[in-house]
């Protein structure tokens, strides 16, 4: 089946960290000159295995071999001396550096002492040209948005040699623009001979791009088999290792009438301006709109975090003051903010607290926290929503990113929000939790409850909203009913085109 | 029950002192009582262990506020002058106030230091919370201004302090005679109630939110500004109270009293295990660094090292103490993972 060489084999890799043994006798082959998937859930595996191929962690048992040749990295150094390269998932970067002093940080050009600035900068648009990205080499990395960021990471990689580039989640944090530019990248990359392993669970990602796709679960591997022999609930069901329900088709839901949120003529200087909507109890309301278009500011600003923003607000009926997050959560609204390590959790405390947090006044008697009531709470929630914690005291850290979502959702039930304003609320998250919180979402509806779900997966605002508001530069630019959204007609709003 | 004990964060420290302690005694040696000629060891006698707890004791209660602004990911340099400040003021108030009125003037010492406490914590809060400076800056700044004002307003003068508060800081609680344990009584309560704070407040656990992500913590809807506000106060309150302890157990104030204290404080939340990045730390571990910190001085003299080493010893010390810290708080940590790993 594969054409010529292998590019990489890996032969009974096995890794064990502290307490989790993350990899187990996997082998697998990848065909040189292909785009392979690396598939699972969250903790399946997946980056450790990207990670011990970049060199970053050594496998406890096993090896890889490159090109046909055992190979064992100390370190990325040596890794990408052998032609494989990475692009990390967060992305690291000297932010505070330029694009040129970024990439020519393993070997700055120097003439005796002193930095030649002249070659660096050279050498740094060389890199860049080698896979026809524009940006400019003296911008500082910290000003880039995020997909250029990941452009000279590519570069870097590239620049250096890399015949094997590693793309770990490449696509978790960006725009659906900046996720096609990188798609065309990768297939130009196919082009020249790159072997491209492409770590990802977004299904529609590994049918447009992949030749090939393995699924790894517990840190085994399930299968390896060509993409075009694959179908997604095949793929799904081999990722988490039971069928689930159909992911289309949501139950049709009576919107009720009561008026929970009427937004008027809500703006803030620079961010968005005039956003005009209303949310029903019992209804989801679907924000779309590319990244950079305003959505997460006006949830921000909805949940009193904007102390810039004006218009009028009515909850119930009553015209509200949203000066500070603590009159919001007065008048029952809640946010999932869209960054959950930086906005929802203190990754340092444990499960427990942090689904508390918001509550704990109300769980304490004369500003001593009532213990048995907390954990009696947190127990329920976590029960509710199925957390998977080694136990309460587990620090949020330690949790995979669909648990950690789990955990801020918790926050929220906890504090009885009968607004709920969801922000990315599945974004890297694993299938399972995902088709959990898309079940939680709709029963929270039914139960009464209004909510606002901003997404950038449009399937997932197609699947769970009742109707759907598009964002563009800041304004409202329409208003999509259920019936008669489809993907592509909210892309071209969001983006502006004629329909 | 012992496993938990054993497994608590301040076991290590605990041990470490204890070690340090029987390390002492061994090379002690021992002199002759003079009244009852009996040999006593050098270290283990309850005059020098109850001196060596009074030495922590001032800046173990003022460890206690630094380690909770610590948590809350602050830093307040300005204690050692907030101490002299509050314990000038006191004295000056109490020398014009006229003679010893007993506990009337106790009432009011406590009162002056607790209230010059106050004041200068709140006006650190202040400052860091509307000038929105790092709160490092901003209490190097006053932590030279209130010596600044300590200075000019005592003009420079060592003030004595009516006899009746240094008969109660000095009280022997039934103890023998020439033995004080007030101090290192006030030291163990402070620790306790900051604590008690700590883990069983929903203020303390705001702190810990507060230091861990002030980012989550606003998207929480907790109040960061009145939690700044109150690390602040707390430290100063220690202060002050640290200062009514030290000038009534010495019997006099002046504005040079614990010139430099403010690193000895950080020191000991440090050793203590505070993570200065925030959201980590404990009052009972701030204590019991500080009386580590002072026993190793303590070390010096009863093990008839040159004094003059003193620094030296204590610099390095403190340094090892955090690296075994972090040492242990990670085999800890991989310790419990392994034991999760086999339950799953």
Not at chain 1, 25 to 54: Q, Y
Not at chain 1, 304 to 314: K, R, T, Y
Not at chain 2, 271 to 281: I, Q, T, W, Y
Request: hydrophobic letters at 50%; aromatic letters at 6%.
């Amino acid at each position: 089946m594969r054409n010529g060489v292998d590019a990489l084999r890996f032969v009974g890799v096995s890794r064990t960290f502290p307490g989790v043994r993350a990899l187990h006798d996997v082998s697998f082959a990848i065909a040189s000159g292909s785009v392979h998937a690396l598939c699972g859930e969250n903790g399946a595996g997946k980056s450790t295995l990207g990670k011990i191929l970049a060199g970053i962690h050594a496998p406890d048992a096993g090896h890889i071999e490159v090109f046909g040749e055992a190979v064992r990295f100390g370190s990325p150094r040596e890794a990408l001396a052998r032609g494989i390269g990475m692009v990390h998932q967060e992305l690291s970067f000297c932010e505070n550096l330029s694009v040129a002093e970024n990439l020519c940080l393993g070997a700055l050009p120097a003439r005796r002492f002193f930095v030649d600035r002249a070659a660096m900068r050279a050498r740094a648009r060389d890199m860049l040209a080698s896979i026809e990205s524009p940006i400019d080499v003296e911008a500082t990395v910290g000003a880039l948005p995020l997909g250029q960021r990941q452009m000279v990471q590519i570069a870097a990689a590239v620049g250096a040699g890399a015949r094997v580039i590693v793309f770990d989640e490449p696509t978790s944090s960006l725009s659906q623009g900046e996720a096609e530019r990188l798609y065309l990248l990768i297939d130009r990359l196919r082009e020249r001979g790159v072997t491209s392993i492409y770590v990802s669970h977004r299904m529609d990602e590994i049918f447009r791009l992949c030749d090939a796709v393995t699924v790894l679960r517990d840190g085994r591997h399930v299968a390896t088999q060509a993409v075009s022999a694959s179908d997604e609930a095949g793929l799904v069901q081999m990722m988490i290792g039971r069928a689930i329900e159909t992911m289309d088709a949501a139950p049709h839901r009576a919107s009720s009438t009561d008026e929970a949120l009427r937004v008027s003529g809500l703006s803030s200087p620079g961010k968005f301006s005039d956003i005009s909507f209303v949310l029903r109890r019992g209804e989801v309301l679907g924000l779309a709109g590319l990244v950079g278009a305003g959505r997460s500011e006006i949830a921000q600003a909805l949940f009193g975090l904007d102390p810039l923003a004006m218009g009028e607000i009515q909850v119930a009926g009553r015209r509200v003051d949203l000066r500070t997050p603590r009159q919001a959560m007065a008048l029952g609204l809640g946010l999932v903010p869209e960054d959950r390590k930086r906005q929802g959790l203190v990754l340092d405390m444990s499960a427990e607290s942090n689904s508390t947090l918001p509550v704990l006044e109300r769980l304490s008697r004369a500003t001593f926290i009532r213990r048995d009531e907390e954990r009696a709470l947190a127990a329920s929630f976590f029960e509710r929503l199925r957390v998977r914690a080694p136990g309460p005291d587990a620090r949020a850290a330690g949790l995979s990113g669909g648990n950690q979502q789990k955990l801020v959702l918790a926050k929220w039930l906890a504090a009885e929000a009968k607004i709920l304003i969801l922000d990315e609320p599945t974004r890297g998250v694993d299938v399972g939790a995902k088709a959990e919180i898309h079940a939680l979402v709709e029963k929270l509806a039914r139960d009464g409850s209004a909510i606002l779900l901003i997404s950038s997966e449009l399937p997932e605002l197609l699947r769970l909203s009742t109707r759907i508001l598009v964002v563009r530069a800041g304004r409202l630019a329409g208003e999509v009913s259920r019936e008669s959204a489809t993907q592509d007609g909210l892309l071209r709003l969001m983006a502006g085109l004629a329909a | 029950m012992l496993r938990k004990i054993l497994a608590s964060p301040q076991t290590g420290l605990a041990l470490i002192i204890v070690g340090l302690g029987a390390v002492l005694t061994f090379f002690a040696g021992t002199h002759d009582d003079r009244l009852t000629g009996e040999a006593v060891n050098n270290f283990l006698n309850s005059h020098t262990l109850i001196q060596t707890a009074t030495d922590a004791s001032f800046f173990a209660v003022m460890a206690v506020g630094a380690t909770i602004v610590i948590i809350s990911g602050g830093i307040d340099l300005s204690v050692g002058s907030i101490y002299a400040l509050s314990g000038v003021t006191m004295a000056m108030v109490l020398r014009n106030s006229g003679g010893d009125a007993g506990a009337g003037s106790i009432l009011a010492g406590l009162a002056v230091c607790v209230g010059v406490g106050f004041l200068c914590g709140l006006l650190n809060g202040l400052l860091v919370v509307f000038l929105r400076v790092h709160p490092f800056i901003i209490t190097l700044g006053t932590m030279w201004i209130l010596r600044g004002i300590a200075f000019v307003s005592s003009k420079a003068e060592s003030i004595l302090v009516p006899q009746s508060l240094t008969t109660v800081a000095k009280a022997s609680l039934g103890l023998g005679a020439s033995l004080y344990p007030v101090p290192m009584l006030t030291m163990l309560a402070v620790a306790i109630v900051g604590a008690v704070y700590l883990t069983r407040t929903v203020m303390g656990r705001h702190v810990f939110a507060f230091g861990g992500n002030p980012e989550a913590s606003r998207f929480s809807g907790l109040r960061l500004d009145r939690i700044q506000i109150s690390v602040y106060v707390i430290s100063g309150l220690c202060a002050g109270l640290a200062a009514f302890m030290g000038a009534s157990f010495y019997g006099s104030a002046s504005c040079a009293d614990a010139t430099g204290y403010e690193l000895y404080v950080i020191a000991s939340a440090v050793v203590g295990g505070a993570s200065l990045s925030g959201g980590k730390g404990s009052a009972i571990s701030a204590m019991l660094g500080a009386v580590l910190i002072v026993l190793i001085r303590q070390s010096i003299r009863t093990l008839r090292f040159d004094q003059n080493y003193e620094w030296i010893i204590v610099g390095c010390a403190i340094i090892i103490a955090v690296v075994l810290d972090q040492g242990s708080a990670q085999l800890n940590a991989r310790r419990l993972a392994r034991a999760a790993g086999k339950e799953s």
